[in-house]
C-alpha cells in the first residue's frame, strides 16, 4: 500500500470516528418537577411561573449536547415552567419575555436557531477533507440544534388545569460570572383578564455550584434563599417575599 493510500485511509478512520463521538451520545431525559421545586418562582392569580437558570457548563451539558460550550459563547438557557391554577386557558409567548439585566431596558430571546448561531462546532482540521470534512462538521452540529429546538418553549395555550415547560435562550457574557441583579419579565394572558405580568429575579454564580430543581448534585449556581417573610396586604392577600428571590402573591380565596 503506497503512503498516499494509507495516510487517505488514516484520515477516513479519524473522520469516521469523529463522527461517530458526535453522535454517541443520546438526548438527556429532564425531569419535570412541580413548581414548587423551581428556584425562582412566582405566583399570581392562579397562575404560576417558575424559572431555573441554567448557568454553568456542567448543568447545560447534562440538558443540552455540547451544552458545556454555552457559557463561554455568552447563551444563558432558562428553563421555564408554567402552571394553569385558574379556570380559564392562558397563553404565553416566549417571545415576549425579557431578560433585564443591571442598567438593560430588557433583552429579547434567542430564537433556537440563534442560540445555534453562537454555540455550533465550527470547521476544523477535517473540513480539508472533501465530502467528509462536511458530513463530520454536520453530524456533530445537528444533535447541538436539535436538542435547542426540541427543548425550546413554544407559544402555547395551556388549558384550565394544565402546565407548559420548555427552555428560553438569552444572551449572556461568559466574562459576566454572577446573575445577581437580573430579572425575567414575561406576560402571561388570560381570556379572564389582560393578562398577568411576571417579574421574576434570579440569582446565582458559575463559581459556586449547587443542586438543581431537578434533583442534580452540580446543578444551577444559585445563592441560598432567605428566609421567606410572610405579611398580609391591607385587601387581604398574602405576600410571600424570598422564596428563591421571587414573590408569592395569594389572594384570601387561594
Known amino acids: 500500500m503506497s503512503q498516499k493510500r494509507r495516510r487517505t485511509g488514516l484520515l477516513w478512520l479519524w473522520a469516521l470516528a469523529l463522527l461517530a463521538a458526535g453522535c454517541s451520545r443520546a438526548t438527556a431525559v429532564i425531569p419535570s418537577p412541580p413548581i414548587e421545586a423551581y428556584p425562582f418562582r412566582e405566583v399570581r392569580g392562579g397562575i404560576g411561573v417558575g424559572l431555573e437558570p441554567y448557568f454553568t457548563a456542567e448543568q447545560s451539558a447534562r440538558a443540552f449536547r455540547g451544552g458545556e460550550s454555552f457559557p463561554e459563547n455568552g447563551v ?13 386557558e392562558i397563553a404565553a409567548d416566549p417571545q415576549e419575555f425579557r431578560l433585564i439585566r443591571p442598567g438593560s431596558r430588557g433583552e429579547a430571546p434567542l430564537s433556537p436557531q440563534d442560540a445555534f448561531a453562537f454555540v455550533k462546532v465550527p470547521p476544523r482540521a477535517w473540513a480539508a477533507i472533501p465530502i467528509v470534512g462536511e458530513s463530520v462538521t454536520a453530524a456533530r452540529n445537528e444533535p447541538r440544534l436539535k436538542d435547542l429546538e426540541s427543548r425550546a418553549l413554544r407559544e402555547t395555550t395551556i388549558p384550565a388545569g394544565g402546565s407548559a415547560t ?28 389582560r393578562g398577568i405580568a411576571f417579574e421574576i429575579p434570579l440569582q446565582g454564580r458559575r463559581d459556586i455550584p449547587t443542586p438543581s430543581a431537578g434533583g442534580g448534585s452540580a446543578g444551577v449556581s444559585t445563592l441560598p434563599a432567605p428566609k421567606p417573610s410572610v405579611s398580609t396586604t391591607p385587601s387581604g392577600a398574602t405576600r410571600i417575599e424570598g422564596l428563591g428571590g421571587g414573590l408569592i402573591i395569594r389572594s384570601p380565596s387561594q
Open 76 to 88: 444563558l438557557p432558562v428553563r421555564v415552567f408554567i402552571q394553569n391554577g385558574t379556570g380559564a
Open 166 to 193: 420548555g427552555f428560553v435562550y438569552f444572551r449572556f457574557p461568559e466574562a459576566e460570572k454572577s446573575l445577581a441583579g437580573s430579572r425575567v419579565a414575561l406576560v402571561v394572558k388570560s381570556t379572564a383578564s
